[in-house]
């Protein structure tokens, strides 16, 4: 099955900084990568997403990048703020046995210090 | 719209009760999911369904059984409740797999 691994683990940065976590996958043939926010105590949240045809996207601060030769995806945080800080899951999706299944990254905890 | 709407939101069990989590979505979406997220750890998945009377294991179903008898509904239940299923419960919804989905509040669950 699909395996995605996702690193680092944890990361702290100043406010104002750029924050970059990547996310490799194993099977070529997952085309669909969302990203979601977790803050402390809360449900996730998706932040932005990416289709296997589509090299890049951005939504104000955030940016997600997709590599499909490498087999890897990362997403890019610019001018982080402290609301910045909480869990974020990266996810890649693949159609298998006529369903699409979608595999979680392990996450990687974000700390924006003021 | 409610979205995706979990209860209850906290519960306490003995070791051996039974109890059934709620999920309901009114958003008319074809798949739904029940995941468990131990404390700061990630999400796995136990059960998930593509549609009304269609279920399959995820990750780690031991324990656990769902039912989805109507597209709004999939409800998680544990049968001989045990320490190890002390976690926060999370539903979600999504149209299909190539669409975001869409979590609950997360259900915490203490089994003592």
């Known amino acids: 099955g699909e395996n995605v691994e996702q690193h680092p683990s944890t990361l702290s940065v100043q406010e104002g900084d750029s924050a970059v976590i990547k996310c490799t996958y194993s099977d070529s043939a997952s085309n669909y990568f969302p990203w979601y926010k977790q803050e402390l105590g809360k449900r996730p949240q998706l932040i932005i997403d990416i289709r296997s045809n589509v090299g890049e996207k951005k939504d104000q601060r955030i940016a997600v990048t997709l590599n499909k030769t490498a087999k890897h995806f990362s997403l890019h945080i610019t001018e982080t703020q402290p609301e910045d800080s909480a869990v974020y899951f990266c996810?890649?999706?693949?159609?298998?046995?006529?369903?699409?299944?979608?595999?979680f990254g392990t996450g990687t905890k974000l700390q924006v210090i003021p | 719209n409610a979205g995706v709407t979990q209860t209850p939101k906290f519960r306490i069990l003995k070791i051996g009760q039974s109890m059934t989590l709620q999920c309901a979505q009114d958003m008319n979406h074809n798949y739904m999911y029940w995941y468990r997220q131990d404390p700061g750890m990630g999400l796995k998945l136990i059960y998930y369904?593509?549609?009304?009377?269609?279920?399959d294991k995820g990750e780690v179903p031991n324990g656990y059984n769902v039912s989805r008898s109507t597209t709004e509904d999939f409800p998680l239940r544990l049968e001989l409740a045990a320490p190890s299923q002390t976690s926060v419960y999370f539903c979600a919804s999504s149209y299909d797999n190539y669409q975001p989905q869409h979590f609950g509040d997360g259900t915490r669950l203490s089994i003592l």
């Open positions: 996810a890649a999706s693949i159609k298998s046995g006529g369903y699409q299944k979608v595999t």
């Open positions: 369904s593509v549609g009304a009377g269609i279920t």
